[in-house]
């Protein structure tokens, strides 16, 4: 009776420790795929900023092949009229003509276009190397944009298995221990390790006051990764939107975000403070007083408020 009643007790224990386990390796795969999500983010910006760059060397080369053209039809015309006015020897023309006079005449209209063509010839020449320039530059940028762009997939592939793992593990379970699963996961998600006292310091810039209004607005909003909003946001783009609603531009990754402003003492926070979590910053959330936080916690959540202690804090950021 002892060994059935120990047996009972185990497998009566089993469902919760399989919803344990499963949640554990969920909330890591949840970490790598934020962590993936924002080196993705940064691949992003990078190849977007790339391609800004080749469309205004394409562009400049084009202008300048135009210039090029335009040049060389100049020195065409020029070429033509002088041979058309005099193209033999000064003195034996001088000689041959009946009228001195006008041939003098000629001779310094020629004089003149010869000059004008010399001068054409040093701007096509210096156009060419202008244009020349522009193309190589623009050759170096569409490779270096190639290479971002395979950065870029790769990361999105990143993410995507990361995801997809987490999802093979809840899809594993019965609709009981899913139950128990999202119970965990809410659980630890928002415990707050330790209470911080945060006195009051005064009154909010209109720029935070107006970022931490835009956060609260977002909450209940979906994480998705890869968003900066208006309807959906992963961590660091809920950061963005926020300070974009009061005209201030944020890094797009958490990791530049850490430097996106003056470091403060988390004792001397304030509302609309960036909080980055993890050693490697690879987690923010906006602090929005009375030791709690906005932030877009991890696929499946949506924004919400957590205690500010929720995960380790690497730096507490003030945006300038």
Known sequence: MAGAATTAQTAAADPADTAGDVAARIDHLYTQAERATEQFNAARENTQRLRREVEVLQDRAARGQERVNRLRDDL???AGAQYRGGGVDPTLALLLSPDPATYLDRAATLDRISSRGNARLGELRSAQRFLDQERSRATDRLGELERARTSLTVRKKAVQRKLMAAARLVNSLSPQERARLASRLEARASRSGRTVDIPDLGPLSLRAA?????????????????????????????????????????????????????????????????????GDASHVAMYVGDGQVIHAPYPGARVRYDPVAMLPISAVTRPT
Do not use: E, I, K
């Open 76 to 78: 065409g015309t020029l």
């Open 210 to 278: 107006t970022a931490v209004a835009a956060a609260r607005s977002a909450v209940g909003s979906p994480y998705v990764w890869g968003a900066t909003g208006p309807g959906s946001f992963d961590c660091s783009g809920l950061m963005v939107w926020a300070y974009r609603q009061a005209g201030v531009g944020l890094p797009r990754t958490s990791q530049a975000q850490l430097n996106a402003g003056r470091h403060v003492p988390l004792s001397q926070a304030r509302p609309g403070d960036l909080v980055l979590y993890r």
